[in-house]
């Protein structure tokens, strides 16, 4: 009631109120710019030298785990899970870097739409197979892991495969030569795009709506007439579609496909709730979930540059998870609190 | 109202179905072992003069760890949770007992280790008790630490070396009267401890409660984080058990030795009827879905299938048993 209410008065209140009211609805991810911010002027002090080089090799290495975070945070608000993201992205990188072996530039276009479409076919199986049998959604998307990964040999037995030029060529170096352009990476600039043209116009439509509508309350979702199967399926198409694009950028970013599924998954989850959305479902988005892939990665960085065992990071990466999911909680239960 | 008249109108006609039914629905050990029963005819018939007193044993001694790592997994899924982190904690403890026996001993080494699980299990169940974190993000986060730690600790030890002690070989991979396995004198307690008291302890009822309706739970007066607490340290402990038999049937002393082993055993659990919600199921099971999955692994091996249809396959028999057991207990 609460939400509704205070999204009718912004329609009326003038911009400066309309960004106030922004900053409080995405205060996580405010709080989240600011860390990294200061994280990244810590890597500075430790390491002078870390310029634009760092920030390309940052963005080029994240690409696949960022986009992984978004799949993951889109499923998560629609109220599921999805343990084959992992899997799905062996799957797809292999395909993509067989089909391309070989083959003229222009083809290589196919391919990624082709690819594209396998994404969305992977998550519609993963989401009919849920929807019709009611089994708990972590339970199909675990066996899927294996189903996923099994393909993904099957397609692909060891690392191989090519990459057409043009599509490293997109995600490697910077925008461009001048000196502000030279500091923003090709690799950041795709992953605007491709969640500024696909996430975006979806967010603000009904489908939208739904898919926060049945993560938030299923049964209220579909008392307002919302179709909870078929939102949740195009949640998990969109979560396919999404680790297809994962898939690419790996074998974009290597230049062959991995056919082994690596750590992806869970690493993604974390991401996710590092990023503010709840497990729960229904609260969140995406922005949150590509700042906390980027902040997770700099940490490793950092222990690296002030050597420190990097295994340290893990040990890092798992404490910050928990530690900002209590506090998040611990803020969660005073509001309520003050609320009521 | 509809559904349930429908249903038993069904039940009165289809007498017969709806007994299996009851019988899935509350004792799917039955079905279970029925199934167990046609995978080894299969590989009989398959194989011709596999299945031996020999055979048997090897099964048997490359289950029994996976068994108990999935003992884990079926006591926090019926409160609910999901234990992430009996992997790495199960690697852990292999992995420092083989590092310190050199200098300590084998009992002090077994000791620490414990200890070291224990308190990786304190830590989660603080999290998810008190401070009621999704016992998945919890231990997640935990097996991130464990794992990182025990990375630094290999690190920090290289000069040393390691070598599984002779005992935990014994223990893991050794056999008594020509094939049973010297791991069942840790299993069958343990497995008779979990059955037992799952059944009749106060601890075990105060399980499903919590599970099967938290809230109702806390209002009959359970105050549920001490039962948790306790639950994720059992379950790291149990995962740190499962490590000392990983270690020595493998005679290798790795951080990562335990770590493929992870969703295998939320799978024999689901295989075995414990409900991921919650307040359903139990160890017995477990067990037979542990067994399963071994015989399956090596039925596909045995054939000759390559490890990506392995996989596939195995995959699809985790779905399709969910969703028989899904069938069963939601309609009634």
């Not at chain 1, 900053?23 to 994280?39: D, E, H, K, P």
């Not at chain 1, 945070?73 to 070989?102: C, K, N």
């Not at chain 1, 979560?239 to 297809?244: H, K, N, P, V």
């Not at chain 2, 299938?305 to 195995?314: D, G, T």
């Amino acid at each position: 009631m609460n939400a509704v209410s205070g999204s009718c008065d912004t329609t009326r209140a003038g911009p400066a109120e309309t960004l106030a009211s922004w900053a409080r609805n995405n205060s996580w991810s405010l709080g989240l710019i600011a860390f990294l911010a200061v994280l990244l002027v810590f890597t500075r002090m430790i390491q002078p030298t870390y310029g634009v080089a760092g920030v390309q090799g940052l963005a080029i290495s994240v690409l696949p785990l960022a986009l992984a975070a978004v799949a993951q945070a889109i499923v998560i608000i629609a109220g599921g899970i999805d343990l084959s993201i992992g899997s799905m992205m062996a799957l797809t990188s292999a395909v993509s870097a067989v089909w391309m072996q070989g083959r003229s530039e222009e083809f290589a276009v196919l391919v990624v739409i082709g690819v594209l479409l396998l994404g969305l076919a992977l998550g519609f199986i993963n989401g009919l197979v849920i929807v019709a049998t009611k089994v708990p959604d972590i339970v199909v998307t675990l066996a899927m892991l294996f189903v996923w990964a099994g393909a993904a040999l099957l397609v692909l037995r060891t690392p191989g495969g090519a990459s057409a030029d043009w599509l490293s060529e997109v995600i490697r170096g910077p925008v461009g030569k001048e000196s502000l352009l030279e500091w923003i990476p090709k690799a950041a600039l795709v992953l605007l795009v491709v969640v500024g043209v696909v996430w975006i116009p979806i967010r603000r439509s009904r489908l939208g709506l739904s898919l926060y509508a049945i993560g938030s309350n299923q049964l209220a979702a579909f008392r307002s007439g919302v179709s909870v199967g078929r939102t949740k399926v195009v949640a998990y198409m969109l979560t396919g579609l999404f680790s297809a694009m994962a898939g690419l950028s790996l074998t974009a970013s290597t230049g062959s496909g991995a056919p082994v599924p690596g750590p992806y998954t869970l690493l993604s989850v974390a991401a996710v709730v590092l990023g503010g959305v709840s497990l729960a479902g229904g609260r969140g988005g995406v922005l949150g979930p590509i700042i906390g892939v980027v902040i997770l990665s700099l940490l490793r960085t950092d222990m690296t540059f002030m050597r420190w065992d990097p295994n340290y990071a893990s040990v890092a990466q798992g404490s910050i998870l928990v530690g900002v999911v209590m506090a998040g909680t611990l803020i969660q239960r005073r509001q309520m609190r003050t609320r009521s | 109202m509809s559904q349930s008249s429908s249903m038993r109108a069904t039940r009165s006609q289809w007498l017969t179905i709806a007994g299996w039914r009851a019988i899935f629905r509350d004792a799917p050990v039955v079905p279970l072992v029925i199934l167990f029963g046609v995978l080894v005819l299969t590989f009989d018939i398959v194989r011709p003069g596999i299945v031996t007193a020999n055979w048997a044993g090897v099964m048997v001694r490359a289950a029994i760890p996976l068994a108990i790592l999935a003992a884990s997994q079926t006591l926090t899924m019926l409160t609910g949770g999901i234990d992430l982190s009996v992997a790495a904690v199960a690697s852990m403890t292999g992995f420092l007992t083989a590092t310190l026996v050199g200098s300590l001993g084998i009992w002090p080494a077994v000791a620490i280790a414990t200890g070291c699980a224990a308190l990786a299990g304190l830590l989660t169940g603080i999290g998810v008790g008190i401070f009621r974190v999704h016992p998945l993000i919890m231990t997640l986060g935990m097996s991130l630490v464990v794992s990182g730690l025990a990375n630094a600790w290999q690190v920090l030890r290289v000069q040393t070396g390691a070598g599984v002690p002779i005992e935990l070989r014994w223990l893991g991979s050794g056999t008594f009267l020509q094939v049973m396995p010297n791991s069942l004198v840790v299993f069958v307690p343990v497995a008779a401890l979990i059955l037992v008291g799952l059944r009749v302890t106060g601890y075990g009822r105060l399980l499903y409660a919590v599970g099967d309706n938290p809230t109702a739970a806390r209002l009959s007066g359970v105050r549920s984080w001490p039962v948790l607490i306790v639950l994720y340290m059992l379950s790291a402990v149990l995962a740190g058990i499962a490590g000392f038999l990983y270690a020595g049937h493998t005679n290798t002393a790795s951080v990562a030795l335990v770590d493929t082993f992870l969703l295998p055993s939320v799978a024999a659990a689901v295989i075995g009827g414990t409900s991921i919600l919650g307040g359903r199921g139990g160890y017995g099971g477990t067990i037979v879905g542990a067994l399963i999955l071994q015989v399956t692994i090596s039925l596909l091996s045995s054939l000759g299938y390559p490890e990506a249809v392995r996989q596939i396959l195995f995959g699809s028999v985790i779905v399709l048993v969910a969703a028989a057991y899904t069938r069963v207990t939601t309609e009634t």
